[in-house]
């Protein structure tokens, strides 16, 4: 009874915190301060930098058509910047250290900076840190809100946020120090020998069978496993700054129409959102209302908004389910009449696992026009070399050819020589989230690749084979990629925390030992990905949203584009380092555009990340086939191994950041400058 009531009073507190935390506003004029606070997001105590002293930030609303003076005073002893992400805004209001005009390196311990701008649009946006890694991860985000200047042109009786992020305890300086040393630090679902039994005894036939064998000698021989669908794992998913098991609560009662206002401000998960018994009808997208669709569910990349309508019918809980793209866990709320009613968590789906046709088929440059005032080439190492074999073995045919660089495996036209990639014979040991302890060693190379069967998955150093840990009751470390984990440090926080239904089932074995769990089998028939369509393991019938369902209901004014500029996503899993066309953000030339032009960016993922690309300062119109009525995003989602075109138009003079929008991505390079310029002497 007791733990009824507090669990009724957080939820009665959260709403109220919901309702009150707004930044402090006074005829037009915003405060904002930011500083450290120890926050309690896992049952350990961390330092986080927030806003306003809240995780995430509170509320700041703003109204279309408002001359918005946002003051943010810094009070930690580095430099900081906020970035107004999706906002229309001159480029010196933009902050961005570095690239936005008189901002310099942000603004700078002790001081204040006024940001003033005409508020020129409405809808849900977000704000964020645009300096170190390390701020965003730690806390320094919140939503953003502008009221139209005209009633939206669709009703609901409530309004609620659902801000979705990524929490982990471990130093954000760390977590990339250990990406370098071992890009599959973070990925404890690495394939075994345990597993690839188990799913040979499950294949329906011989055909699957040798789907199976043909994926594993492939995935094998290019030293990559297809479960390394996310970079970073061991976060704890949270909803409005709460964990699941703290339980975020939206009160509605049968027959309102709620608007929820869905916002991924993730440094690196993507979710599948669903609320089971519920449809959905999705109204607007980045900002910018849409003809109404209604879906079963819809992925959110990181930095993307999704606002949707929904109308409960029964007087009981439902379960807001957020699951990471990778299934590690869940974000979760609950929409229920009543402060203390939990609903139940729906099973983990299977895990994905990456295809053969999300490798790149014809990987290096095009010999496209780059945008680029100079000629720029490809730095070495920045495409991971295909093995035609490998490809070929796992179903994508004859590759011989693929990269059209002779018979040197590895070259890259126009680029130099790739650098090989090498197996681990021994994983570095990982370290518990927020540990003190020393960062492994980088992995030594196998001479011989496919010889050294301690570096295979499922084989010890002897090896012997790894029983599966149901009847194993110690040392899971001699897994290829699992290290021990017996601690309850090493375990996600959800699932060591939570009693009432999170995490449960497979993928809490999972988590507790990381072992193998059920997973999406190789596909027997290998076919190219579609640039749009989700794939969120939804049963069939689902409707599931993609980027052709999105009809802005004001539409960027339409015209034809004026040239093609190449963007091929690009980099180095074993080096970790990413980058667009080859080169690093430290390395690479501003992209330049003519202000008024209409430019295509072809994007050509050649890596097998999704990467949510985002530029600031204008739109970004996706070629989804709707003509005039193709989306209005400030976000777009770049699938692996695919190839889409997005139109920008390029109305906004100044200079630009253009960057994936992954955390760590960004922090490694994957980002440029873009300048929109009047048409000069200077125009090539």
Excluded at 375 to 386: K, L, N, R, S
Excluded at 589 to 613: A, C, D, K, Q, S
């Amino acid at each position: 009874m007791h733990e009824r009531l507090r669990t009724a009073g957080k939820a009665f507190v959260s709403l109220l915190i919901l309702a009150a935390g707004t930044v402090s506003s006074k005829a037009g004029i915003h405060d904002i301060t930011i500083e450290r606070h120890v926050v309690n997001v896992t049952g350990r105590e961390r330092v986080g930098m927030l806003i306003n002293g809240q995780l995430p930030g509170p509320v700041l609303r703003l109204r279309e058509g408002e001359d918005a003076v946002i003051n943010v005073s810094n009070r930690l002893d580095e430099n900081i910047s906020i970035h107004w992400h999706g906002l229309i805004v001159p480029p010196e209001m933009d902050g961005v250290p570095g690239i936005s005009p008189g901002y310099g390196d942000g603004i700078k311990p002790g001081e204040t900076f006024t940001y003033r701008f005409k508020v020129r649009q409405a809808g849900t946006y977000w704000f964020h840190s645009h300096s170190s890694g390390e701020q965003e991860q730690l806390g320094m985000y919140a939503p953003l809100i502008v009221e139209p200047r005209q009633p939206d042109p669709f009703k609901y009786d409530r309004d609620y946020v659902i801000m979705l992020s990524d929490w982990t305890d471990e130093d954000p300086k760390r977590i990339i120090r250990n990406l370098k040393n071992d890009s599959s630090w973070y990925n404890y679902n690495r394939q075994t020998l345990v597993g690839l039994i188990r799913e040979l005894g499950n294949a329906p036939n011989d055909e699957a069978r040798k789907a199976i064998v043909n994926s594993r000698v492939a995935w094998g021989l290019m030293r990559m496993d297809p479960t390394d669908v996310a970079d970073v794992a061991g976060y704890t998913f949270l909803v409005n700054g709460q964990s699941p098991e703290r339980n975020f609560t939206a009160l509605a009662r049968p027959g309102e129409r709620i608007r929820l206002r869905f916002i991924n401000a993730s440094t690196s998960t993507y979710f599948d959102v669903r609320i089971p018994g519920l449809k959905m009808t999705v109204v607007q997208a980045d900002g910018n209302n849409v003809s109404p669709v209604r879906v079963d569910e819809f992925r959110i990349a990181v930095a993307e908004t999704y606002d949707v309508i929904v109308q409960p019918t029964e007087d009981r809980a439902y379960t807001i389910v957020g699951e990471s793209m990778d299934r590690t866990g869940f974000a979760r709320a609950t929409l229920a009449p009543r402060p203390g009613m939990v609903g139940e968590l729906p099973p983990h789906r299977l895990r994905p696992l990456m295809q053969m046709s999300d490798m790149a088929m014809n990987p290096g440059p095009k010999g496209g026009d780059r945008g680029t005032l100079r000629p720029e080439q490809d730095m070495p190492g920045h495409v991971a070399p295909e093995d035609p074999v490998a490809m070929a073995i796992g179903g994508m045919g004859d590759m011989s050819g693929m990269s059209g660089a002779g018979p040197q495996r590895g070259a890259q036209p126009g680029g130099g020589m790739a650098e090989p990639m090498s197996m681990p014979t021994t994983s570095p040991p990982r370290k518990g989230q927020g540990e003190k302890a020393k960062t492994g060693k980088p992995p030594q190379a196998s001479p011989m690749p496919g010889m050294d069967h301690g570096g295979m998955p499922g084989m010890n150093s002897r090896n012997q084979m790894v029983m599966p840990k149901e009847k194993q009751a110690a040392d899971h470390g001699a897994m290829s990629g699992m290290a021990p984990k017996s601690s309850p440090v090493h375990r996600s926080r959800t699932a060591m925390t939570i009693t009432d239904g999170v995490q449960q089932g497979p993928q809490a074995h999972v988590l507790h030992g990381g072992e193998d769990m059920p997973s999406v089998g190789p596909s027997v028939q290998q076919t190219m990905p579609d640039p749009i369509a989700n794939d969120t393991g939804a049963p069939p019938g689902t409707r599931v949203l993609s980027y052709r369902d999105l009809r802005p209901l004001n539409p960027y004014p339409y015209k034809s584009y004026d040239r093609i500029i190449e963007i091929r996503l690009t980099g180095n899993m074993q080096r970790y380092f990413w980058s667009i066309n080859g080169r690093k953000f430290s390395e690479a030339e501003p992209i330049v555009l003519r202000l008024e032009e209409r430019v295509r960016f072809r994007f050509i993922n050649e890596t097998m990340m999704n990467h949510p690309m985002h530029i600031h300062g204008t739109w970004m119109l996706p070629e989804v086939g709707n003509g005039a009525r193709n989306p209005k995003k400030h976000t777009v989602n770049i699938k692996p191994g695919t190839t889409l075109d997005v139109d920008i138009p390029a109305d906004a003079e100044g200079p630009w950041a253009f960057h994936c929008h992954l955390l760590y991505h960004m922090e490694t390079g994957m980002m440029r400058q873009v300048n929109v310029v009047r048409h000069t002497a200077s125009w090539k």
